[in-house]
């Protein structure tokens, strides 16, 4: 009987241990959760980025391989960053494997259908753009922000971006993004500290807005 006792003793001293040990396990879980996500909080530069796209259903975007980018329509105060946005644009386009066509021969192209800017094509030159220039689609682009916001004690940067593919058999829009981001964080917004370049932020809204196409 006394072993017995002793024996039930030993199994709740056990339990309680256990169920300690998993209580500590719990809490100290949640304490470095807590911890990473304000350290997230706080050092993430303020880069939140907004986006919105669109993909046409019944459309294979795997079966486009060759890919003429027209330039960028550009609604900021910096004459170059319809330029430097598109140059992003290209170099992720390329990191997923798609052939681009050069510059310079859609340049050629613009000036022979004597258009000031890819903005006044019509849909049709579009696509004769892109038979003679023999690619599978055309993007468009247009840069709506990327410039240095200047509030009265901070500073932060802003970049937002419109992208629209153009399959050139049918001439339809068969994908479309939009896609926004920066903004004071939470050190810049507390203490004043800088945060992500602008250029950090540009690159991060192009990447996440050319990852919508897969």
């Avoid at 021969?105 to 258009?115: A, H, S």
């Avoid at 094509?121 to 410039?147: C, F, Q």
């Avoid at 500073?155 to 339809?172: C, F, N, V, W």
């Avoid at 964080?185 to 807005?209: M, N, S």
């Amino acid at each position: 009987m006394k072993i017995a006792n002793i024996n039930d003793s030993i199994l709740n001293i056990f339990q309680e241990s256990n169920m300690a040990f998993k209580l500590y396990s719990y809490i100290k879980f949640n304490r470095v959760f807590i911890v990473l996500l304000l350290a997230c909080t706080m050092f993430s530069g303020g880069c939140v980025t907004h986006s919105k796209y669109f993909k046409k259903a019944d459309y294979d975007i795997d079966l486009v391989h060759r890919i003429a980018v027209l330039p960028f329509g550009n609604h900021t105060l910096d004459r170059y960053s319809g330029e430097k946005m598109k140059e992003k644009v290209v170099i992720e386009l390329l990191l997923k494997g798609y052939e681009i066509i050069e510059e310079g021969e859609i340049t050629r192209m613009l000036v022979d259908l004597k258009v000031q800017s890819a903005a006044e094509l019509t849909l049709n030159e579009i696509r004769a753009l892109g038979e003679v220039l023999k690619v599978d689609a055309v993007i468009k682009g247009a840069v709506s922000s990327m410039d240095i916001v200047k509030g009265a004690s901070i500073h932060y940067p802003e970049a937002a971006l419109t992208l629209r593919m153009i399959d050139i058999k049918s001439g339809e829009t068969v994908w479309s993004v939009s896609n926004s981001g920066g903004g004071p964080g939470f050190l810049t917004r507390h203490f004043g500290t800088e945060g992500k370049t602008l250029d950090e932020v540009a690159r991060k809204v192009v990447k996440e807005a050319v990852n919508t196409l897969q």
